[in-house]
């Protein structure tokens, strides 16, 4: 009989809730294929050996509402942070490995922070369409 699963730290992020599509970034599209904008997600892998571009994330699908597993591209997330996490299924899906501790978590979340600020601005090779609702364009509300 299997007790509960010790909480782990992870990395948190959200998905942009809009992001540049098509040729030169001139179209829009709400969140991504299988995360909704904004959508809360946890990075539970991440691929240095191609500088971070892709993380293996575990977050609500789009469509059914179920936890998945799936590799996003870096850019497509935002708010980077750390969190311990205590939710079984993403215990599950990430066989409770971690990110070891706070520290680490939270530092491996500030370089996937810069990393995916980078890669919004250097993907699509030309400005942002007029009146853009793109993450970067979108204006900062106070929280």
């Not at 040729?23 to 829009?28: M, P, S």
């Not at 809360?40 to 892709?54: A, C, E, L, M, N």
């Not at 810069?114 to 979108?138: D, Q, S």
């Amino acid at each position: 009989m299997s007790g509960t699963p010790e909480p782990v730290w992870l990395v948190a992020a959200n998905v942009v809730l809009w992001r540049r599509y098509g040729d030169l970034g001139q179209e829009l599209r709400p969140g991504t294929k299988a995360y909704r904008g904004g959508a809360k997600v946890y990075v539970v892998g991440t691929y240095p050996g191609i500088g971070h571009q892709q993380l293996t994330t575990v977050g609500h699908g789009r469509h059914t509402g179920r936890w998945i597993t799936i590799d996003t591209g870096t850019r497509h997330l935002h708010t980077f942070r750390a969190r311990l996490v205590y939710t079984p299924a993403v215990l599950k899906r990430c066989d409770s490995r971690g990110f070891g501790t706070r520290e680490e978590a939270a530092e491996l979340a500030a370089l996937l922070e810069r990393i995916a600020r980078e890669e919004r601005h250097a993907h699509h090779g030309a400005p942002c369409p007029h009146r853009c609702r793109c993450h970067e364009c979108l204006p900062v509300t106070p929280g």
